[in-house]
């Protein structure tokens, strides 16, 4: 036993409280069981930022889609902060997050990070969904607009100042299997305003896990680029910002 749990319960006991040094933190919809335990996606990953970080938990089915290799969806994710801390947040029926991540972006400045996920709404199809640590807990923050369409998702292809405004800004696919639409937005007064799409690009193959078909290319002082697959055929572009609109820069093989 730990120096520090032996210190909580004996703070407890002392108090004659429930232990007040518990790691969960706990949402509107109730989180962890009596144990604190969470189920973890069976193809989630960890990802992290600074002292933060981040996964999907409570796998379900009730969205039969499966582009992502099973019917195996995430019903909620966890944060845990810097001291350790916990946060849960869990959707209610009528969505699930189909991803396999939970991105953490410092996408307003404040030095705390954004969770930025895919949400799929059952009827709606997929959404940028943005959350805000407050605390120890988990805010919805925005969304981006759903696709409409039930079994219409988006993969995200990352997270970078694109236009050079000094802003970070959300690149994703918008229909990576059929139209590949790639949408640009940034957060700006609490919202994502959309400042640039092209189509024609796929950063995902139908039935694969693998998110990472495309990749950021940091370093230019216009902003970041992204290199992406061209649909519909071997070739791969890189993508960026001229005149504020996205233009491909250059096409390999050509
Ligand atoms: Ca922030
Ligand atoms: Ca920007």
Known sequence: MTRILKYCLAVAAALML????????????GTA??????????????LRWRGYSAWLIDPTRRYRHGVLGD???????AVRTPQGRVAVYRLDSSAVFEDRRVRLA?????????AVVIKSYLQRGAAVAIYRLKGDRIRP?????????ANRWLNIAGIADFDG?????????????????????????????????KAGYTNHRIGSGDLDLARVVPGSATGARLRIAVIGTNAMAVLG?????IVELSRSPN
């Open 18 to 29: 429930a232990p007040i040094c518990s790691a969960e933190t706990r949402d509107r919809a």
């Open 106 to 114: 410092d996408l307003d400045g404040d030095g705390v990070p954004e």
């Open 241 to 245: 910002f001229r005149n504020g609109r």
């Open 141 to 149: 923050l925005t969304e981006g607009p759903a696709i409409g369409r």
């Open 165 to 197: 405004d000094g802003r970070l800004d959300i690149a994703y696919v918008q229909t990576p299997h059929l139209a590949g639409i790639v949408r640009v937005f940034t957060l700006r007064n609490g919202s994502l305003h959309e400042i640039g799409r």
């Open 71 to 77: 019917a195996i969806e995430a019903g909620g994710f």
């Open 33 to 46: 069981d009596k144990n604190g335990s969470m189920q973890s996606l069976p193809d989630g990953e960890v």
